[in-house]
């Protein structure tokens, strides 16, 4: 009976020893370390920043820019006190029921798909405030961008924090908050602009440019590798064939584990 001794990963660290029916040489070398995480900042990397900062600079803007429109809003279509109030708050009033589905929304279908959500809500709503013809259509435009708002909250810090380095991933987070504080100064900047002109339409729907490069730049954002391993360990417990058009994600999931992107 022998001992196969293992050395200690770290030096002044513990080793171990297994009794052994048979010698089995063992080398010297030390155990590996565990893969670090990213250490610097990768194109992958440069593309879920630019989601997160366009995310939180709409959120930014669109909790501004109304108070620069009001004046023209109000005498073009003639709104009383209690018009303005709603028009006004129900941008918060959308974002507390975005918020309240943005955390279910990021899990059932992933962190991307509810960015990429938050842009088309950004989009729509922006389009449908310059568009409308009442005041309707203009509360409903400003419920849906508060929707997008909300969203928008739950799910791209959540993104960020997924997909950053443990190195970057506290300026990632912060960089959504100070991307809203941006986001309402140029929403003040715009306003100011357009003022003169009274041009609320415009102000209103500027923000739609930027939605839609939100849109865009999110559909070619990597998946949250976390959320898809929580997926494919969901679908394993419950002993279910994984949808083939998820192998790619799920491969990017297992490089993530094992190193940076």
Not at 70 to 97: C, D, E, K, P, Y
Not at 99 to 112: M, P, S, V
Request: hydrophobic share 50%.
């Amino acid at each position: 009976m022998v001992q196969n001794c293992r050395p200690a990963r770290q030096a002044g660290g513990k080793g171990f020893c297994v009794e052994s029916p048979t010698t089995v040489p063992i080398s010297d070398t030390p155990l590996p370390e565990p893969p670090q995480s990213g250490q610097t900042v990768t194109p992958w990397l440069v593309v879920v920043l630019v989601v997160v900062l366009f995310s939180g600079g709409l959120f930014g803007y669109d909790q501004g820019v109304i108070s620069g429109a009001l004046h023209g809003m109000t005498q073009a279509l003639s709104l009383s006190r209690i018009m303005v109030a709603v028009v006004t708050s129900w941008v918060t009033l959308g974002a507390l029921f975005g918020a309240l589905a943005g955390g279910e929304l990021a899990d059932l279908i992933g962190r991307k798909r509810a960015v990429l959500i938050a842009g088309a809500m950004f989009t729509l709503g922006a389009l449908v405030q310059a568009l409308a013809p009442g005041t309707i259509v203009l509360v409903a435009g400003r419920l849906i961008v508060g929707a997008g708002v909300g969203v928008a909250a739950v799910a791209a810090p959540l993104y960020a924090a997924e997909l950053a380095p443990t190195n970057l991933r506290g300026r990632f987070v912060s960089g959504y908050q100070l991307a809203i504080t941006v986001g309402i100064f140029l929403a003040y900047l715009v306003d100011g602009w357009l003022s003169e002109s009274d041009s609320w339409r415009m102000m209103l729907g500027a923000s739609a440019v930027p939605g839609l490069l939100l849109f865009a730049v999110a559909l070619f954002a990597p998946e949250s590798p976390r959320w898809v391993l929580a997926l494919v360990r969901a679908f394993a417990a419950a002993d279910k064939p994984i949808a083939a058009v998820c192998h790619g994600e799920q491969e990017r999931g297992r490089r993530w584990e094992s190193g940076p992107i």
